[in-house]
T-cell receptor, first 113, second 114 residues
Framework: GAGVSQSPRYKVAKRGQDVALRCDPI?????LFWYQQALGQGPEFLTY????????KSGLPSDRFFAERPEGSVSTLKIQRTQQEDSAVYLC???????????FGPGTRLLVL | AQSVTQLDSQVPVFEEAPVELRCNYS??????LFWYVQYPNQGLQLLLK??????LVESINGFEAEFNKSQTSFHLRKPSVHISDTAEYFC????????????FGKGTHLIIQP
């Protein structure tokens, strides 16, 4: 594909529901990052994958957040038992290496009611 | 750990006037610096970056930024803005090895007034 794609673009969940957010990175990109962007704020790092290995998950806000990239390409961010404070835009980015330009997807806007 | 400060949340500027968006960072190790732009209803796009070499870097649409190590700054400038430059601008840093991702500032909303 031409760029990073994410689905769904919008998700409304009732508090307590589980959600799964998908990221398709640019083909061949080794590095994949997830960020959370609250309204009016800059993106904040959640987790990082190098191929299928999750090398850093220090930004995940709680153990309700889980990410995987089992085959080193597509990644899924799962949020269990969603809370209202989880409402945000979730951004995925990929790059050839960690220092090089990160290419961002359009994001998934999650609203928890 | 590193941090990025963008002091101005909004900058209103008249069309064809110059603009400077300020960015300061704090880090105990060397960092790479980036400016990303987010146009209305679009995703983040790289505007320009500094990795090494010349401290003045330029984008294809007339923006430039200068890395100043002594002042730990990476301010973004454009000599003459256009209405199409209306967007949110984010300054970000990453340290070499970067497994903890980019650290972003809170963003500056550039508002171009006709």
């Amino acid at each position: 594909g031409a760029g990073v794609s994410q689905s769904p673009r919008y998700k409304v969940a009732k508090r307590g529901q589980d959600v799964a957010l998908r990221c398709d990175p640019i083909s061949g990109h080794v590095s994949l990052f997830w960020y959370q962007q609250a309204l009016g704020q800059g993106p904040e790092f959640l987790t990082y994958f190098q191929n299928e290995a999750q090398l850093d998950k220090s930004g995940l806000p709680s153990d309700r957040f889980f990410a995987e990239r089992p085959e080193g390409s597509v990644s899924t961010l799962k949020i269990q038992r969603t809370q209202q404070e989880d409402s945000a835009v979730y951004l995925c980015a990929s790059s050839t290496t960690t220092e090089e330009t990160q290419y961002f997807g359009p994001g998934t806007r999650l609203l928890v009611l | 750990a590193q941090s990025v400060t963008q002091l101005d949340s909004q900058v209103p500027v008249f069309e064809e006037a110059p603009v400077e968006l300020r960015c300061n960072y704090s880090s105990s190790v060397s960092v790479y610096l980036f400016w990303y732009v987010q146009y209305p209803n679009q995703g983040l796009q790289l505007l320009l970056k500094y990795l090494s070499g010349s401290t003045l870097v330029e984008s294809i649409n007339g923006f430039e930024a200068e890395f100043n190590k002594s002042q730990t700054s990476f301010h973004l400038r454009k000599p003459s803005v256009h209405i199409s430059d209306t967007a949110e601008y984010f300054c970000a840093v990453i340290h070499p090895g970067g497994a903890d991702g980019l650290t972003f500032g809170k963003g500056t909303h550039l508002i171009i007034q006709p």
